[in-house]
């Protein structure tokens, strides 16, 4: 399978080619050219397969023609290896959430970060390629997520830059205390400055001339392509409780990698009637598909932090994916948008009417189905991440405090290592290649 990139000024390119590269030389997002129409039996017999089984069905949609099966599957069993149930929220017989928190940094990027990591060290083998060093930015989740799914993996070496300060104990823990192939880096600065840095190092001569970098966000295909297979096992489940006809999915949205997964596996044929994707007060989304027009704008900081982006990443690959027509993408997706108090009170309501506890980004999720829910529709709402990932938030909201799980728990008990760096290019470039890998 070739991609091409949505800018369209790039070559077509392999799978190989587009994940090492993340993104195309003409700025754009990689697309595969062609997406498979899964055959109406696969819908049949989904009903009693495993997430293993249905997801190694879908990658060979996807990745078939380039990775060998057995590779393929083997990746898959890696990748799933925790479930991702759907649980009915009490009370509510028309919602479902769909708990994406089960894996080991207990927030759904670990589904991508973990694959990608797999399939980026398959490359590396097979091709004899040199060493890949992965640079991450980020303000929390992508770097716990990238750090735990590229640990061990040979020929990898990742840098998570994160802002000194501005990420929570539990999150910086789950970065710094990996060790081997993972170096954090505490930027004195903010998120921006550490995304800003990224950037100019993909843009530097001499560093790409020294160094092969590459990034590990929902631009890369390999991240954001598999967050579709949860999609089918929702389904899936769903039809084994007699409630997939007319479901409505809800997806808390911020680069829109995890909503774009979705709609790809509409396109695949999946059954599902319409999205909804949930905005916090970073509404640009919102407002795009209200009026036709995109205006993106600086973030805004908000109590759904992982969704606070000004000038989602993946917004292009909606557009291309619906020839850039307004009516096509509001046809298919709809949008609601939540401040911090709509946030709170979710949470609140929803804990003390059901016992059910969302964490702030899920908040944002079940709110839009409660909000746009028409009768004899079935809303599933992703649960992003673990509610004790955000325990500030929660236990206030709840006015109680809340268990931690073990596995955060293992975490914070980790001693943490991290080099810190000013905000300066120079002093990063010259790290980077005293600390990385030559081609
Ligand atoms: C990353 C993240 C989101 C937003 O997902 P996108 O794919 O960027 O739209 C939502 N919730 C949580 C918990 C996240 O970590």
Redesign the pocket.
């Known amino acids: 399978m070739k991609y091409y990139s949505t800018n369209k000024k790039a070559p077509k390119v392999s799978l190989q080619e587009a994940v090492v590269k993340g993104l195309a030389p003409d700025n754009g997002l990689y697309m595969p050219e062609t997406i498979c129409r899964l055959p109406d039996d696969f819908f049949y017999t989904i009903i009693n397969a495993s997430f293993q089984e249905i997801a190694t069905e879908v990658a060979y949609a996807f990745f078939g023609e380039d990775i060998e099966a057995k590779t393929l599957k083997d990746i898959v069993y890696d990748t799933l290896n925790f479930d991702v149930p759907l649980v009915p929220v009490k009370g509510e017989s028309t919602i479902y959430s769909l708990e994406l928190f089960h894996g080991p940094t207990l ?1 759904f ?1 670990d589904v991508g970060a973990r694959f990608m990591a797999r399939l980026l060290g398959c490359f590396i083998q097979d091709e004899g390629q040199g060493a890949v060093n992965v640079l991450v930015a980020t303000s929390g ?1 992508t770097g716990s997520a990238v750090a735990n799914g590229f640990l061990g993996v040979d020929g990898i070496h990742v840098n998570v830059l994160y802002p000194k300060g501005l990420v929570s104990e539990i999150q910086e823990k789950q970065f710094t205390t990996l060790g081997q192939n993972i170096t954090a880096l505490e930027i004195d600065g903010t998120f921006d400055d550490c995304q800003r840095l990224v950037k100019t190092a993909f843009l530097d001569e001499e560093l790409n001339r020294k160094l092969k970098l590459t990034s590990a966000n ?1 631009i890369n295909v390999a991240r954001f392509l598999p967050q579709a297979f949860y999609y089918f096992y929702a389904y899936a489940q769903a039809a084994r409780l007699g409630k997939a006809e007319n479901l409505v999915v809800c997806v ?8 774009t997964a979705g709609l790809f596996a509409k396109r695949m044929g999946l059954p599902v009637k319409r999205f909804i994707a949930a905005n916090n007060k970073n509404d640009v989304f919102y407002n795009y598909l209200q009026t036709g027009k995109y205006v993106p704008r600086p973030s805004e900081a908000s109590l759904a932090n ?2 606070d982006v000004g000038n989602p990443s993946n917004f292009v690959r909606i557009l291309d994916l619906y020839s850039h027509n307004h009516q096509a993408v509001t046809d298919d997706i709809g949008g609601c948008r939540f401040s911090d108090q709509d946030i709170v009170t979710t949470i609140q309501s929803v804990y003390n009417e059901t016992g059910y506890l969302l964490d702030p ?1 899920g908040a944002c999720g079940y709110a839009g189905l409660r909000e746009s829910l028409h009768d004899g529709e079935i809303g599933i709402f992703l649960e ?2 673990h509610p004790a990932k955000f325990l500030q938030t929660v236990e206030s909201s709840i006015n109680q405090s809340i268990p931690i799980p073990d596995k955060l728990r293992e975490f914070i008990k980790g001693e943490q290592h991290s080099t810190p760096l000013p905000k300066t290019f120079e002093l990063f470039k010259e790290f980077l290649l005293n600390n990385n890998k030559n081609r």
Not at 252 to 259: E, H, L, T
């Open positions: 927030a990027k989740d929902s808390p949205s911020g680069n829109f990698g995890n909503i992982a969704m980004h992003t991440a």
